[in-house]
């Protein structure tokens, strides 16, 4: 009986994590689900979600991470056959950067429906005058007209696009 | 009229390039008719192309006329040999494939395009159509060519910056 598992490594940045990674983890014929994978700042940060059969991952991955210096967290992941959810709404959100942009927002959406999806941060612009710039995807419970309201309330300086996908099936 | 078996990836016939339709036959006004009863049974497909169903033939079907959300149209579009002539501008969007069940994913389209066809009795037509309904033709004219929308996947990083609209 297989299980599902949901894999967190994290460590500095270097060429060839996760072909390591990942190559132990087929070796002992566990399979992969989704994946996030991403350099951050100089970390390298990867979220794994891996079918396997009951195995002790912890055991299985001690040798690559000891290696390559990676902290792994192991959480169970019974939900295996979560329903796909599809975002409905695309955000862009960018400002002048200071310290609360991400946490207004996302509080002032969350407020009129928005379930977010999936969510990135940048920082850009000049050292001197840097600039946040966050993309969101996610579904608008309450519908879009809802976060366009919320947006409306929500700082000068920092500017909201709200976009509706509609998503195209052929 | 049959509603036909939708092939999937990685059936190889979806990578094959299709054939131009050279006779306008009963068998071609024929097909044509299952291969929508095919479209209307797969939920919510705004199109069709005949690789879909196995068969290698340079023929589509897009009717964006339905949605929830209306959208610009031409109703329903039966596109046989159909070339696109200009491109202009860029969009992002999510797209699904009836032969690529379970994953959708963002892929970057001509905005605004030309379009030229024969109907089911060979006669030509020609317009221009931009948005949805643009990029519900060039994922049929994909197919034609034996590409998916997985072929032109971007990643989830690459975002375009979606332009406020001045009239």
């Known amino acids: ?170 | 009229m049959t509603v036909l078996d939708i092939i999937h990836y990685p059936d190889e016939r979806l990578k094959q390039e299709s054939e131009n339709i050279e006779s306008f036959d009963q068998s071609l006004k024929d097909f044509v008719d299952d291969l929508e009863e095919t479209r209307l049974a797969g939920p919510g497909a705004v199109g069709i192309a005949a690789p879909q169903v196995g068969h290698a033939k340079r023929i589509a079907i897009v009717d964006v006329s339905g949605l929830k959300k209306p959208v610009d149209n031409h109703g329903y579009l039966l596109m046989i040999n159909p070339e696109i002539t200009n491109w202009e501008g860029m969009e992002k969007g999510r797209e699904g494939c009836l032969s690529v069940p379970d994953f959708t994913g963002n892929v970057i389209r001509a905005e605004k395009i030309k379009i030229r066809f024969q109907g089911v009795d060979g006669e030509w037509t020609e317009f221009e159509t931009h948005g949805y309904e643009a990029r519900a033709i060039q994922h049929e004219i994909d197919h034609l060519d034996g590409m998916l929308f997985l072929d032109r996947l971007v990643s989830r990083r690459t975002d375009l910056f979606q332009r406020k609209s001045y009239k």
Request: hydrophobic letters at 45%.
């Open chain 1, 1 to 170: 009986m297989k299980s599902w598992s949901l894999l967190t490594l994290v460590g500095a940045d270097q060429a060839g994590i996760v072909a390591r990674v990942t190559e132990s983890l087929a070796a002992a014929d566990c399979e992969l689900g989704e994946t996030s994978m991403m350099r951050m700042g100089c970390n390298f940060a990867m979220m794994l979600r891996v079918s396997h059969d009951n195995q002790d991952l912890d055991g299985l991955l001690e040798n690559v991470c000891a290696d390559l210096n990676l902290h792994l967290h192991v959480d169970e992941d019974a939900d295996g056959a979560c329903a796909i959810t599809e975002p409905d709404v695309n955000i862009t959100v960018y400002g002048a950067d200071r310290s609360g942009i991400v946490a207004e927002v996302t509080n002032s959406l969350a407020a009129a429906g928005l379930n977010i999806i999936d969510l990135e941060t940048a920082i850009a612009g000049t050292k001197d005058k840097p600039i946040y710039i966050m993309t969101i995807e996610g579904q608008a419970l309450q519908g879009v007209d809802a976060l366009n309201d919320a947006a409306a309330k929500i700082s000068k300086g920092v500017e909201l696009n709200i976009v509706p996908i509609q998503t195209l099936r052929a």
